[in-house]
T-cell receptor, first 113, second 112 residues
Framework: ETGVTQSPTHLIKTRGQQVTLRCSSQ?????VSWYQQALGQGPQFIFQ???????GRGNFPPRFSGLQFPNYSSELNVNALELDDSALYLC????????????FGSGTQLSVL | DQQVKQNSPSLSVQEGRISILNCDYT??????FLWYKKYPAEGPTFLIS?????DKNEDGRFTVFLNKSAKHLSLHIVPSQPGDSAVYFC???????????FGQGTELSVKP
């Protein structure tokens, strides 16, 4: 059974640039959620995709967008990067749109300079 | 508005003793509460959960207690082992929202 994998593991961007982060969900899972974890804080919900549709969104601006593909993998896109976007971005997969037990990847550490 | 709070950023315990991690919440509509454990350079790993209709759930060395009137839950680890050293996140889930709301985390250090 393959776990949740994220790429890249680390990324450095400059303010104003755009970034795409990728996630492959665990085998058999059809739901992907994205979380942002700032230093010293708990993960904060960005959005969730279930069967290729956005199924819930947290308090993040529209420049945070996502996609889910037919194989249930997912992308997180962030436009017009700001310094405060520097964080660990975590992807989590689960089965079903309303499932409290999430399986997390190791995350992508994004630094915006 | 922090709906889930872990007021202790760190906790140090001797090996073999009990570790008690605490969490408070404000929203009485949560359906489940969960604890996740995170090692450096890894994603959070599910540890144990409790439904809002229960007051205790036990799994091996880990027990979670829920006090709904106080809007408080705690995770007990007995006996604590050095491998338990990690950051522990309390999280709450409600079916209508479909998302986990995390606390800030408590870093547990178990000393040999």
């Amino acid at each position: 059974e393959t776990g949740v994998t994220q790429s890249p593991t680390h990324l450095i961007k400059t303010r104003g640039q755009q970034v795409t982060l990728r996630c492959s969900s665990q085998s058999g899972h059809n739901t992907v959620s994205w979380y942002q974890q700032a230093l010293g804080q708990g993960p904060q919900f960005i959005f969730q995709y279930y069967r290729e549709e956005e199924n819930g969104r947290g308090n993040f601006p529209p420049r945070f967008s996502g996609l889910q593909f037919p194989n249930y993998s997912s992308e997180l896109n962030v436009n017009a990067l700001e310094l405060d976007d520097s964080a660990l971005y975590l992807c989590a997969s689960s089965f079903g749109g309303l499932n409290e037990k999430l399986f997390f990847g190791s995350g992508t550490q994004l630094s915006v300079l | 508005d922090q709906q889930v709070k872990q007021n202790s950023p760190s906790l140090s315990v001797q090996e073999g003793r009990i570790s008690i991690l605490n969490c408070d919440y404000t929203n009485s509509m949560f359906d489940y509460f969960l604890w996740y454990k995170k090692y450096p350079a890894e994603g959070p790993t599910f540890l144990i959960s409790i439904s809002s209709i229960k007051d205790k759930n036990e799994d091996g060395r880990f027990t979670v207690f829920l006090n709904k009137s106080a809007k408080h839950l705690s995770l007990h680890i007995v006996p604590s082992q050095p491998g338990d050293s990690a950051v522990y996140f309390c999280a709450a889930f409600y079916n209508q929202g479909g998302k986990l709301i995390f606390g800030q985390g408590t870093e547990l250090s178990v000393k040999p």
